[in-house]
């Protein structure tokens, strides 16, 4: 069950330091959900990717270093972070990209061969 807030009092928590997500699961809706909300009453928009600090930079190289697939690093690293970000971050730092251990074998097969 979703809660709908006055405009007046939307308009105070979003121009508040509250995350998105965190509105959304306040009022039970999804995150573009309360971004439209706010479209149309016509108040400014708001960053909506996450934010890289280096603490979460180090995070992602450890969970990646650990084996852990994009889906699973990212709930970790915050509930503004989805796997496509995790991706996209990994790339961009440079971490080596996570293959399994079957397609490492076939790798190594035709190589061999």
Sequence with gaps: MSIQPSPQAFAR???SSIPIAA???RYGVSVPAVSQRAK???LSSRQTRPRW???RDEALARLREAGLTASEIAPRLGPDVTRGAVLG???RLGLATRVD???RQLSLQRVAA
């Design 13 to 15: 928590v979003w121009c």
């Design 23 to 25: 509105l959304a699961e």
């Design 40 to 42: 149309r009453q016509g």
């Design 53 to 55: 600090s280096r603490e």
């Design 89 to 91: 971050r990994a790339w």
């Design 101 to 103: 251990e079957a397609s």
